[in-house]
């Protein structure tokens, strides 16, 4: 099994993919909700809490027609984790020989992270044809994406770092990138009221840019 059948599909989902990190698993399915009110399909939870493996198994579980990825995967073993908590994708903000390893033996498809055109080849070679360029805005951003697009242009981005939604479609309006990551979508202030209303309307705002 290629490591990203089926990734180009969901990565067309939704041209941002919101990126959460989760403190509290209660909040994952009124999230998740409120997120697919606003038409936002999609989201990477980040492995950054205590909370994120928690939070994807009840968003899968929960909320199906929501596409749940898991991010910040560093290890075979976090692969392997995510994969049985209902992750639908997995995504890294670098990768490893270990880590392709795992997802060689998963069915879960897998975004790894590159910053710098030799990362881009790397991982080209290694059969990734869809990379995650991070942390975008630190490593050079859209101009960056133009200069490795010239020469490299097998390879598809998701930008995700310091992404705003005012530079959002720049991003998206370039030929080398299918969406964005973006956590502008879920404020912290907005999860800790639990303003899903205000949540719904950023992902609709979100959801209508065009790419």
């Known amino acids: 099994m290629n490591r990203q059948d089926g990734l180009d599909a969901l990565l067309a989902v939704s041209p941002v993919i919101p990126v959460l990190t989760i403190d509290n698993a ?3 399915v009124p999230l998740a909700r409120a997120l697919i009110e606003g038409g936002v399909g999609v989201v990477e939870v980040t492995l950054r809490t205590k909370a994120a493996m928690e939070a994807i198994a009840a968003m899968a ?3 199906p027609e929501m596409v749940v990825g898991a991010g910040t995967v560093l290890t075979p073993s976090q692969y392997r984790e995510v994969e049985e908590a209902g992750a639908k994708f997995v995504v ?3 990768s490893s020989p270990a880590v392709h390893a795992a997802a060689a033996k998963s069915r879960v498809p897998f975004l790894p992270g590159a910053a710098t055109p030799t990362e881009v080849l790397h991982l080209l070679e290694a059969g990734f044809r869809y990379q995650k360029f991070f942390p975008a805005e630190q490593a050079g951003g859209i ?3 133009k200069a490795i697009g010239a020469p490299i242009h097998e390879v598809t ?3 995700t770092g310091g992404i705003t939604p005012t530079t959002a479609p720049d991003y998206l309006a370039l030929a ?3 969406c964005v990551g973006g956590s ?4 912290a202030a907005a999860l800790r009221a639990g303003d899903w209303a205000g949540i719904a309307k950023l992902a609709a ?3 209508a840019l065009k790419r």
């Open 157 to 159: 981005f998701c930008p």
């Open 61 to 63: 579980e929960a909320v």
């Open 176 to 178: 080398n990138v299918i």
């Open 26 to 28: 209660a909040d994952a």
């Open 92 to 94: 890294s903000p670098g």
């Open 143 to 145: 101009p960056m994406l």
């Open 205 to 207: 705002q979100a959801a």
């Open 184 to 187: 502008w979508l879920t404020p």
